[in-house]
């Protein structure tokens, strides 16, 4: 089975800060992915960022960033220089790498940015 | 963007009454799937399909139905809505590993169950 925690229900941070969102995962897969996601007031589900567990390079994409534990069964986003369009809830998911788009996730993280 | 759709986008209906949501692609993937989001819980999975007429169930599938006759739409259907199934529903798609990482899901649809 497949877990996903996300401790903190809401997180805030300043304009052009750097703020860090945890997530901590439990799975019997010994190949598999793991994701952020995002979702505005729209509600679309957006993908900010993705990792395959068998990269030890941690991914990057622009001012989004992850720090993946492995051993620890951690994968916490960072995003810097944090801008009001960032704001919105953010998701973290993880799926077996057979298991194509069965996605589990956590419960989310609401993030507010302030001017 | 990804052309999937979803009808209704919202949609209010009564206990015990029958209820069909609709997902559809043009981007001809073979893999579509049926989420629903809850506060507390993220998204979880109902059914998925993995080609016409072949489909399974996910996580929260008890009270839920799907079938997919085309490659294009997947239908989930509430045979008889519970006020435990209003939530907002969220159809995804995928041809692959490689495609769905680019996090192709509809825009949601709000069910509420009076």
């Known amino acids: 089975a497949q877990t996903v925690t996300q401790s903190q229900p809401e997180m805030s941070v300043q304009e052009a800060e750097t703020v860090t969102l945890s997530c901590t995962y439990d799975t019997s897969e010994s190949d598999y992915y793991l994701f952020w996601y995002k979702q505005p007031p729209s509600r679309q589900m957006i993908l900010v960022i993705r990792?395959?567990?068998?990269?030890?390079q941690n991914a990057t994409e622009n001012r989004f960033s992850v720090n993946f534990q492995k051993a620890a069964k951690s994968f916490s986003l960072k995003i810097s220089d944090s801008q009001l369009g960032d704001a919105a809830m953010y998701f973290c998911?993880?799926?077996?790498?057979?298991?194509?788009?069965?996605?589990?996730f956590g419960q989310g993280t609401e993030l507010s940015v302030k001017p | 963007d990804a052309g999937i759709t979803q009808s209704p986008r919202h949609k209010v209906t009564e206990t015990g009454t029958p209820v069909t949501l609709r997902c559809h692609q043009t981007?001809?993937?073979?893999?579509m799937y049926w989420y629903r989001q809850d506060p507390g819980h993220g998204l979880r999975l109902i059914h998925y399909?993995?080609?016409?007429?072949?489909?399974d169930k996910g996580e929260v599938s008890d009270g839920y139905s799907v079938s997919r006759s085309k490659t294009e739409d997947f239908l989930l259907t509430l045979e008889s809505a519970t006020s435990s199934q209003t939530s907002v529903y969220f159809c995804?798609?995928?041809?692959?590993?490689?495609?769905?990482?680019?996090?192709?899901f509809g825009p949601g649809t709000r069910l509420t169950v009076t």
């Open positions: 981007e001809n993937h073979r893999y």
């Open positions: 998911a993880t799926a077996g790498g057979n298991q194509g788009g069965k996605l589990i």
């Open positions: 990792q395959e567990a068998y990269k030890q």
């Open positions: 995804a798609i995928s041809e692959s590993w490689e495609t769905f990482l680019r996090g192709d």
């Open positions: 399909s993995y080609g016409v007429k072949d489909t």
